[in-house]
């Protein structure tokens, strides 16, 4: 058991976020946080900041304990510039809060912030990840944060004096940030709506502050009624932090190093709002394989409902599940989601017969179910590579998909594609989408009759062997059986003879040999599953003259 819990990193957060609770606040709900910028897509790496807190917050609901998981969505912030594919004239929005900036054209949102919140949403559904979202236009245009705001801004010389530690002290200040120059509070612009602000003048007793805007406008307004505007990020977050009283956070590797957010946020904090720093670990980088194609079908990184296109939901938790957060992994988009899946269902079969390793376990448990109940999945999981072949070469037509899935276990026969549904919704959109063309299988429409007549006799009695076996060996594990088996029934070797490097060589002669009649290049789909796609009549067809 204590290997276990060593491994299992969850737990050991969990273990470590209730303890810390305890000290903090007995016997108040445990809150646990993180934030998303709806600037733009929301991609795979953005969700390790949601999906690291929703493990341990998952664990701790597990034992009994009131815990929350607030997520911020910074819809306050600033739109900094107009992503690729976007109309350019958008360029007049920059500076506005991301809330006020139209949504791209054609959407159905109301501005910027919610078009991008939207799939998210959706996808942090669909993965069973329950939270408390917090809008932080809403938080500051109500007014929720005023004392707070009016706190950092009379204390604007001891935030200065903590920003000051960090500053490179060579560099001019004409170079140093605008929140390590003066104002910790950025009013937008009541004529532009843009926080191209300066402001000029502050009282304390009265909060009477005067600002100016690149566009002319001048104002003067009531810090203590003003809500059209924000802390600077290095004072905001650490005021969320005690305004919440967050108790864990994980954050991005950038936020590590010396004058990051989070480290002068943990001086701020303290120092400024009476509060105390979450604990939490510092996530490492979500890379993709494929990631190429998505980048110029889509101008950016895949995002989390990308991924849910081609992976099922427990798969995708599980990827985020089972790596400690300072492990990077990658997630495919290419050919080695296959493998992916391939290493999941020889999880599920581990787990069934009993030999799984405990920490393998509980990490597939947190990616089927959680607190509130099971993840939906595939009634009859059927290999991916499997499906995806059957899709590929059927081309998605469903009655050929059921002829063939059908086939695929004649004693356990499959009578509805919503038995294999979801994954195979997932696999074909994964072959339509990301599989090039050059890379798809096409069955040849006629036998090609000369590379037949060019044969060999040893090379006609491999086919013939295989045209004779088809009947009694049509399913997958049959076909499986034949396939391998022809080429030692050459050899006069037993059907379960082990596999001599000669005997390798016979048989990789052999499927080559098929693929060219079949689909007209060397390699392809497992000849199983062609075969069976390719239908026993068509099969005859192209394997003789």
């Not at 919140?117 to 109500?142: C, D, F, H, N, W």
């Not at 100016?212 to 290095?234: A, N």
């Not at 943990?266 to 494929?290: C, L, T």
């Not at 276990?409 to 339509?432: F, G, K, Y």
Request: glycine share 6%; hydrophobic share 35%.
């Amino acid at each position: 058991m204590q290997v276990q819990t060593e491994a299992d990193w969850v737990s050991r957060f969990a273990d470590d976020v209730i303890a810390e609770a305890e000290r903090r606040a007995p016997g108040k709900p445990i809150v646990c946080a993180s934030g998303l910028s709806p600037s733009g897509p929301v991609h795979l790496g953005n969700l390790r900041e949601v999906m690291t807190p929703h493990l341990v917050v998952d664990e701790i609901r597990r034992r009994g304990h009131d815990v929350v998981h607030l997520l911020s969505w910074d819809d306050f912030d600033r739109f900094r510039k107009v992503p690729v594919g976007v109309d350019p004239t958008w360029a007049e929005h920059i500076g506005k809060p991301l809330t006020s900036v139209p949504a791209p054209a054609g959407s159905e949102h109301p501005n910027w912030a919610e078009h991008f919140k939207a799939p998210m949403i959706a996808a942090l559904a669909e993965l069973g990840i329950t939270y408390r979202g917090v809008s932080q236009t809403r938080m500051y245009t109500s007014g929720a944060y005023r004392d707070q705001v009016l706190l950092a801004v009379k204390e604007r010389a001891k935030i200065d004096a903590i920003l000051d530690r960090y500053r490179t002290k060579d560099k001019p200040a004409t170079e140093q940030d605008d929140e390590e120059q003066y104002f910790p509070y950025k009013p937008y612009c009541s004529e532009c709506d843009r926080d191209l602000t300066t402001v000029t003048s502050y009282d304390d007793e009265t909060t009477e502050l005067t600002y100016t805007c690149v566009c002319g406008h001048s104002e003067t307004v009531l810090l203590s009624e003003h809500t059209h505007g924000k802390l600077v990020w290095k004072v905001d977050w650490p005021m969320r932090w005690a305004f919440e009283g967050v108790v864990f956070e994980p954050s991005g590797v950038d936020h590590s190093s010396p004058g990051s957010s989070f480290v002068v946020g943990g001086q701020i904090v303290r120092e400024v709002f009476d509060g105390k720093q979450p604990i939490g670990p510092m996530y490492a980088f979500v890379g993709i394989s494929g990631m190429a194609k998505m980048s110029s079908s889509k101008g950016g990184v895949p995002t989390p409902g990308d991924a849910l296109e081609i992976l099922e939901a427990p798969l995708v938790r599980w990827l985020y599940a089972r790596r400690k957060p300072n492990q990077s992994f990658k997630v495919a988009f290419d050919q080695e989601v296959q493998r992916t899946y391939d290493e999941w269902d020889a999880l599920e079969r581990k787990i069934a017969d009993g030999t799984a390793v405990p920490v393998d376990v509980t990490a597939h448990d947190r990616a089927v179910r959680t607190a509130e109940g099971t993840l939906p999945r595939t009634p009859i999981p059927i290999a991916y590579r499997t499906l995806a072949s059957i899709v590929d070469i059927t081309t998605g037509d469903p009655e050929q998909t059921l002829r063939i899935v059908r086939d695929l276990d004649p004693e356990r026969p499959i009578e509805s594609l919503d038995q294999v549904r979801p994954r195979l919704d997932r696999a074909q959109h994964w072959i339509t989408n990301q599989v090039p063309l050059d890379q798809r299988t096409r069955v040849r429409e006629h036998a090609d009759v000369d590379l037949i007549q060019s044969l060999d006799e040893q090379q006609r009695e491999s086919l013939r062997l295989l045209l004779q076996g088809l009947d009694s060996h049509w399913s997958l594990d049959g076909l499986t059986d034949l396939v391998y088996g022809v080429p030692k029934d050459q050899a006069g070797l037993p059907r379960d003879t082990k596999p001599t490097p000669e005997l390798k060589v016979a048989q990789r002669t052999f499927f080559a040999l098929l693929y060219r009649l079949l689909v007209g290049v060397e390699t392809g789909p497992r000849l199983p599953t062609l075969l069976l796609a390719v239908g026993a009549g068509r099969v005859r067809k192209l394997l003789s003259d």
